[in-house]
């Protein structure tokens, strides 16, 4: 078995993480990855992307659980997704989307006191053999040149932008 070395990564595992919610406004939100806001919802990019114009939803309310979704976030989380879907087809042409809530850390949440929708376009033989023989996941395009080409169609199809 190949060994790949990730330079720096143990000195990222020692280190002291930021505290606070990524998707927080005036916490360690990343403000350039934000895509829109609408109906107290919004759509992010993922900085650690599972495939390439991997999306996130979320409410601004720092909630846990989709029962604590207010009917206006509940509107705003669909209407987001669509728009969401719809601009990654018109740009990206994809074959499918894996969309989904991982509830708790037994399924995999990664931030759990915040709830999100993943939505992350797919195309036949997107990953390859880093992912299966060396547990490394190989993304084609950057986030933020993704981001960059994304956010005027989102300004364009959504009203109430940031």
């Known amino acids: 078995m190949d060994n ?10 020692k280190s002291r993480k930021p505290e606070g919610c ?3 406004r005036g916490s360690i939100r990343d403000e350039r990855l934000v895509l829109c806001e609408k ?13 390439t114009g991997h999306l996130l939803i979320a409410p601004l309310r720092h909630i846990s659980s989709l029962e604590e979704l207010q009917p206006g ?6 209407d987001l997704l669509e728009i969401s879907i719809k601009i990654i087809k018109e740009t990206m042409h994809p074959e499918g989307f894996n969309i989904g ?14 709830i999100h929708l993943h939505v992350v376009p797919r195309w036949s033989g997107d990953t390859n053999f880093m992912t299966c023989l060396a547990d490394t996941r190989v993304t084609p395009e950057d ?3 993704t981001c960059e080409m994304l956010k005027p169609r989102f300004d364009k199809m959504v009203g109430e932008v940031r």
Not at 41 to 50: E, I, S, T
Not at 73 to 78: C, D, H, L, S, Y
Request: glycine share 12%; aromatic share 14%; charged share 20%.
């Open 4 to 13: 790949i070395i990730a330079h720096g990564r143990m000195d990222f595992i």
């Open 22 to 24: 990524i998707f927080c």
């Open 39 to 51: 109906r107290g919802v919004f759509v992010m990019m993922n900085k650690f992307p599972y495939n």
């Open 73 to 78: 976030e509940r509107v705003g989380f669909f």
């Open 101 to 114: 809530v991982n509830i708790g850390k037994a399924a995999g949440a990664g931030v759990e006191d915040h």
């Open 143 to 145: 986030v933020a040149v």
